[in-house]
């Protein structure tokens, strides 16, 4: 199992960044996938999930309405779309597939700052 995330990287508030990640070795369509963060000094914190066939999303409170989780199976990716972001998003983004064990990413720095 492997997952590459990409999209990373400094960015002003109120603007926006689009994190990819990158499934192999397992039938990416048979699985929930997720986001998750982590903040330093914090313990690592869901953000957003979908479903196998992205027919339903969940989100944690502190990003609904900005942030949008969506794939494509036929890519085996997962992306999330981050809007309005605010310098409480600062934090290493990691993908996340649990099939049944969790597997993450290496993970992308997302920083969020004027």
């Known amino acids: 199992v492997q997952l590459v995330e990409s999209g990373g990287g400094l960015v002003q508030p109120g603007g926006s960044l689009r994190l990819s990640c990158s499934a192999s070795?397992?039938?990416?369509?048979?699985?929930?996938m997720s986001w998750y963060r982590q903040a330093p000094g914090k313990e690592r914190e869901l953000v957003a999930t979908?479903?196998?066939?992205?027919?339903?999303?969940n989100y944690a409170d502190s990003v609904k309405g900005r942030f949008t989780i969506s794939r494509d199976n036929a890519k085996s990716t997962v992306s999330l779309q981050m809007n309005n972001l605010k310098p409480e998003d600062t934090a290493v983004y990691y993908c996340?597939?649990?099939?049944?064990?969790?597997?993450w990413g290496q993970g992308t720095q997302v920083t969020v700052s004027s």
């Open positions: 979908i479903t196998s066939a992205g027919g339903i999303t």
């Open positions: 070795g397992f039938t990416f369509s048979s699985y929930r």
């Open positions: 996340n597939a649990k099939i049944p064990e969790n597997y």
